[in-house]
């Protein structure tokens, strides 16, 4: 059954009270008021919850299409339908184009109006989920967002806020999963295009002959297989923020179409011959050397200082190791959440190890890293380094720098002192981790390592 809340504004009391009878039985909370004046005030006060204002066109204090653009003002996810006795074209041609989803003639809409009511309020309750949508993604990808504090993060964010509210080209230079993308879309967000569409392309993704008309779309008969036109990536994100992903796969014919893009905001469709004009910024990526690259010929020299205009070095994550732990903990919260299990938090060996190692991979490894970890660790007890892959295991153990003969009294104190407790706890395991405050599976680890396994 359908719920949300309408309101109906018509100074007819008895047809008023009608539909709000008739809706109710639909399902819909209804508000009433009549006239506009009483209508726009709980159109305001209950802006956030109106799927749908039912207004007649003939009010005592105003005119319905007229009032049409201070409903939408009041309201702007919230559709509107108009009813009138006497209905005319001029009104309804004005009434669509300022927005009304219907204009119903009084006479003959009572079968009608349920049916359009379900539709407007589920186009209404669409707009509202999209902008809920779009409003927690804007909250996802804002810089103050972004999880680190080591000074090399701190600066690549300072560089990239002050290129935001620009519409220079931006060029994001750093090794394959060190968030590019995240800089890209942190970038739209902080621009005065975050209402519009950010289009991400991976370049590498696309076989080089179709990359081409994906980008630019084509024209009906352009080639075999083209049956209808196509809209490129170029058209979709046409008014917002174009992000190409590994720019440097880009063949040297597409490449020049895009200089001509760069410098003239217009392109050519495969098939067409008239030009088309978008207004985009472009954001690129790369994980190469496009300098040397465009030195020796293999990326064209005048499209890499169109694109090099402000070049952002997004650092790996080996150069960044302060930023691992937050990290850590940020994806593992995230992955106990979407596994429904409680794992409170990291051994400090598991978190020593995963600061030391080299990530090839960068964030996107440690993502996976602390994924599979979550899996394989039991619920309820810190995440273990004996969850962790093989690789972060051929470390060996941390060691602090000059610790030699004072780490192994260290060893030789936690040996004895785990012995004294699985005596005092007669070898109850869960009990003695407990008093510790490590995991089962580390005491077990320790156990053996030591020699205290029986």
Not at 124 to 129: F, G, I, P, Q
Not at 147 to 175: C, M, N
Not at 365 to 380: C, D, F, H, Q, T
Not at 419 to 443: F, H, Q, Y
Request: charged share 25%.
């Amino acid at each position: 059954m359908p719920t949300g809340t309408l309101l109906i504004i018509d100074d007819e009391a008895r047809l008023r009270q009608l539909l709000a009878q008739v809706l109710e039985l639909e399902g819909y909370t209804v508000l009433q008021a009549p006239d506009a004046h009483r209508g726009l005030e709980l159109l305001q006060q209950h802006a956030d919850d109106v799927l749908l204002v039912i207004s007649d066109v003939k009010l005592p204090d105003g005119h319905g299409v007229d009032l049409l653009p201070r409903y939408k003002a009041a309201a702007p996810d919230a559709e509107v339908v108009l009813l009138t006795a006497f209905g005319t074209i001029p009104d309804g041609v004005k009434a669509m184009k300022l927005g009304a989803f219907d204009y119903l003639t009084k006479g003959d809409f009572e079968q009608q109006l349920v049916v359009v009511v379900d539709r407007a309020a589920e186009k209404a309750r669409l707009r509202k989920r999209v902008a809920e949508l779009e409003r927690r993604v804007g909250q996802q990808y804002r810089f103050e967002s972004m999880i680190g504090d080591s000074a090399e993060l701190k600066r690549v964010q300072k560089l990239a806020q002050q290129v935001a509210p620009t519409d220079s080209t931006v060029l994001l230079e750093g090794p394959t999963g060190s968030g590019k993308e995240l800089f890209a879309q942190a970038i739209h967000q902080a621009s005065g295009r975050k209402g519009k569409a950010f289009v991400a392309v991976n370049c590498s993704a696309f076989p080089k002959d179709l990359l081409e008309s994906e980008l630019f779309g084509y024209k009906k008969g352009a080639f075999t297989g083209a049956l209808t036109d196509k809209k490129g990536l170029l058209e979709e994100a046409n008014g917002g923020t174009l992000f190409l992903d590994e720019i440097g796969e880009l063949e040297l014919n597409v490449q020049a179409k895009f200089l001509r893009v760069l410098e003239m905001q217009q392109f050519t469709k495969l098939g067409d011959t008239k030009p088309t004009k978008v207004n985009v910024r472009l954001v690129a990526a790369t994980n190469r050397n496009l300098k040397q690259e465009a030195d020796e010929g293999r990326f064209r020299p005048d499209l890499y200082y169109r694109l090099s205009v402000f070049v952002i070095n997004v650092p790996p994550l080996k150069d960044r190791p302060a930023d691992v732990p937050p990290l850590a903990h940020h994806f593992l919260q995230y992955f106990a959440a979407k596994l429904s299990k409680r794992l409170p938090g990291l051994e400090p060996e598991c978190l020593a190890l995963l600061q030391r190692y080299p990530w090839p991979g960068n964030v996107r490894e440690l993502k996976n890293v602390l994924e599979r970890a979550a899996i394989l660790s039991p619920a309820g007890e810190p995440l273990a380094a004996d969850f962790l892959p093989d690789e972060f295991h051929a470390l060996g153990r941390p060691v602090k720098p000059g610790a030699n003969a004072a780490d192994e009294s260290l060893r030789a104190m936690e040996a004895r002192h785990i012995a004294k407790l699985m005596s005092e706890l007669e070898g109850n395991k869960p009990d003695v981790a407990k008093r510790l405050g490590i995991g089962l599976t580390t005491l077990y680890r320790k156990l053996q390592e030591y020699g205290l396994e029986a």
